[in-house]
């Protein structure tokens, strides 16, 4: 059994990596690996008439003919949505009050892996400034392993203590849930995690999102549909102001976000139609910056401050940071006068500037809207309380794609005559908007250089993350991924 000191061995390494890459994966069974905070808990489904996807579609056969499997797919997701959000406090996870918990986090693993049949030979001190790759690491054999077991305890049906059902032969690569380019972008995620708070198993705070996210999601859809409802209700809005209401929940969540996120992780992702999507990773790093910032752990191997315990989580206090995220985006479009002067008179001066650029995209029919939210992309989100939409620019991999899809590397290729062969020639693009923060790094210069080699480790679009940064060009800025440009090894759009 792997013990908290272990915790830079390789070892310990690769049995926190191994847990982290199951659970931000969501496994089949949440009583697996990633469920140490599940203990004690069991689904009940007490709704009332509850309609499987199967008794849905055969439904679906009695009022339509002709249907495109599409358009019936679209139409078991959004059934099942509404009678899950309608029926959201009859489904859910119940505490059983003399169920056995396990209270330490390595004594819960020991049920599922073992660390020591995947890798070859141990080491005692894993320096993380030098590992940016699973081939860093670990050598083919090992890899090969890792992801098996990986694939293993993503769809294994049983609890710990219990024998498990599936032959190992049985699980072919063929039906890998994930695939090896997407466990080794699960790596490189992974390492810029330890790297952010170091000699921890982040995994023990993976777990904690992944019981946080499954417990809360039906709670955040059924907000957000009850403030839609109410904030279009002909009667309040004779009697009230949408635009006061809003404003009050904001300031009640900020207080309430504010006052839980230290001992809560708060969950962080965005909105596809009238479906919150969470982001594990953004999720993930945002507490764990927290937790580094307060510097309580910096010294644990002197205090014998143990994190790895058992506790209970309050779901009730993980959704404060997604309302207001949601809650802002319905304010925002809705009122147009909060912009500042300044801030206002200073975009403008920034959009004639780039006038070049401008007219650039205008010729690929980009709306002057969608001009917009690209400009305050590229100014790390400067212009926000401007009534322009946004995405999470923090991590130099999303600035990246955000340059590659909005063609602005074509733009500095075609219209400036700028080559891409050195670091230096990417200051004009970090630099786009003169105020940005964001340092030039060697690593742009690996990524442009393999767009076009999928197989490399600097390959920047790896399947998973790009569909999903692509959803979320889509559905939170409005986008149509058709004026984007296409990766040409995959030709994906």
């Given amino acids: 059994m792997k013990k908290h000191t272990d915790v830079n061995t390789k070892s310990g390494v690769t049995l926190d990596f191994i847990v982290y890459a199951v659970t931000s994966n969501l496994p089949a069974n949440v009583h697996g690996v990633g469920g140490f905070f599940f203990q004690g808990y069991r689904i009940i489904n007490k709704v009332e008439n509850y309609c499987s996807d199967e008794e849905i579609k055969n439904n679906i056969a009695k009022y339509y003919t002709d249907i495109t499997d599409e358009k019936e797919r679209k139409l078991i997701l959004h059934a099942s949505e509404d009678m899950f959000v309608y029926h959201w406090k009859a489904l859910f996870h119940e505490k059983q009050g003399s169920a056995k918990v396990i209270k330490d986090y390595f004594e819960y693993l020991k049920y599922f892996t073992d660390v020591n049949e995947i890798i070859n030979e141990d080491c005692n001190y894993v320096d993380f400034d030098e590992i940016n790759t699973l081939s860093d690491l670990y050598d083919a054999e090992e890899i090969e392993s890792i992801l098996f077991d990986v694939n293993y305890l993503l769809t294994e049906e049983t609890c710990y203590g219990y024998e498990k059902e599936q032959d190992d032969d049985c699980l072919f690569e063929e039906n890998y849930k994930i695939d090896l380019a997407s466990l080794k972008e699960d790596f490189e995620d992974f390492v810029s995690l330890r790297y952010i708070f170091r000699n921890t198993y982040i995994s023990y705070y993976a777990s904690q999102i992944l019981f946080l996210d499954q417990k809360s999601s039906i709670k955040m859809r059924r907000f957000m549909r009850e403030i839609d409802a109410l904030t279009n209700s002909p009667l309040i809005s004779e009697v009230s102001n949408a635009t006061k209401y809003l404003e009050t929940l904001i300031s009640e969540n900020e207080v ?238």
């Fill in 256 to 493: 309430l976000c504010y006052r839980h996120s230290f001992n809560t992780p708060q969950l962080d992702g965005f909105f596809e139609e009238l479906i919150p999507l969470v982001s594990f990773y953004d999720t993930l790093w945002n507490y764990l910056t927290i937790l580094k910032d307060s510097n309580i752990f910096q010294l644990t191997y002197l205090n014998n401050i143990y994190q790895y315990n058992y506790v209970e989580l309050d779901d009730e206090h993980c959704l404060y940071g997604m309302k207001l995220k949601y809650l802002n985006l319905k304010l925002y479009g809705e009122n147009n006068d909060l912009n500042g002067e300044s801030l206002s008179e200073n975009f403008t001066y920034f959009f004639k500037e780039k006038e070049n650029f401008v007219n650039y995209l205008n010729r690929k029919s980009f709306t002057i809207q969608e001009i917009n939210i690209v400009l305050n992309l590229l100014s790390e989100n400067k212009y926000n309380s401007l009534n322009i939409k946004s995405l999470n620019t923090d991590r130099d991999i999303y600035f990246f794609r955000i340059c590659y899809f909005f063609h602005v590397f074509d733009y500095f290729t075609e219209v400036e005559g700028i080559v891409f062969d050195s670091i230096a020639s990417f200051d004009s693009i970090i630099k786009f908007n003169p105020l940005n923060k964001r340092e030039n790094k060697q690593q742009f210069l690996k990524n442009y250089t393999n767009i076009n080699n999928s197989e490399h480790k600097d390959y920047p679009f790896t399947s998973k993350k790009t569909e999903l940064f692509l959803s979320e060009i889509e559905y939170s800025l409005g986008i149509d991924r058709e004026k984007l440009k296409p990766i040409p090894e995959l030709r994906i759009y």
